[in-house]
């Protein structure tokens, strides 16, 4: 499969708690970025980062990356009873824009 | 408000009844694509479009198609639906072809489709 692997499939934290998801994949990347998705909702991305960059921050996420072990993690700091969704990593390869995304991991946040 | 914009959101209709979802979006993208997301298979690329009369096929093509005769509008059509169709369908669309794999991605709110 082209997909990547996302683990956990499903994370319950409680609010305040951190939230680590990770992504690996098995092809060569351009880039990797991390969605969310909330129920019935359409997916938001949340931060790109490139194959020739390590680390990056946005807010409250921190995203990893390593090429060498085709793996990146998604690091939500401080959580809310808000970041309750769904959390997609997806790679681009290739130049059709295509997007191939893991099967995603379900965060709930308890208040 | 910049967005990408389906409709309709819900659709439960029968086997062999054309029809449209529409997408639109308001931020002079060139780049736009459809997705359908399935429990299990998770979300896969049905058709793209790199501009206005460009389109071409993504990972699961069959039983569909696409035009795009504007640069603001992608439909998907499907000329006789199955039930093997019934799926929660989004659009995306990005700004720039040449930077087409290293730009994030806007989606719509999906199109969950029903067909009996």
């Known amino acids: 499969s082209q997909q990547g692997e996302e683990d956990p499939q499903a994370l319950s934290i409680q609010e305040g708690e951190n939230a680590t998801m990770n992504c690996s994949y098995k092809?060569?990347?351009?880039?990797l970025q991390w969605y969310r998705q909330n129920s019935g909702r359409g997916l938001v991305h949340l931060i790109l980062i490139r194959s020739n960059e390590r680390e990056k921050h946005s807010g409250r996420l921190r995203v990893t990356l390593d090429t060498s072990k085709k793996s990146s993690s998604l690091l939500i700091t401080a959580s809310r009873a808000a970041d309750t969704a769904s959390y997609f990593c997806?790679?681009?390869?290739?130049?059709?824009?295509?997007?191939?995304f893991g099967q995603g991991t379900t965060l709930q946040v308890k208040p | 408000e910049a967005q990408v914009t389906q409709n309709p959101r819900y659709l439960i209709t029968v086997t062999g009844k054309k029809l449209t979802v529409t997408c639109s979006q308001n931020m002079n993208h060139e780049y736009m694509s459809w997705y359908r997301q399935d429990p299990g298979l998770g979300l896969r690329q049905i058709y793209y479009s790199m501009n206005v009369e460009v389109t071409d096929k993504g990972d699961v093509p069959e039983g569909y198609k696409v035009s795009r005769k504007e640069k603001r509008n992608f439909p998907l059509i499907l000329e006789s639906p199955s039930p093997n169709q019934t799926s929660l369908y989004f659009c995306a669309s990005s700004p720039d072809r040449a930077e087409r794999g290293n730009q994030p991605q806007h989606f719509g709110d999906g199109t969950r489709l029903s067909i009996l």
């Open positions: 997806a790679r681009t390869s290739g130049n059709t824009g295509k997007l191939i």
């Open positions: 092809t060569s990347i351009n880039n």
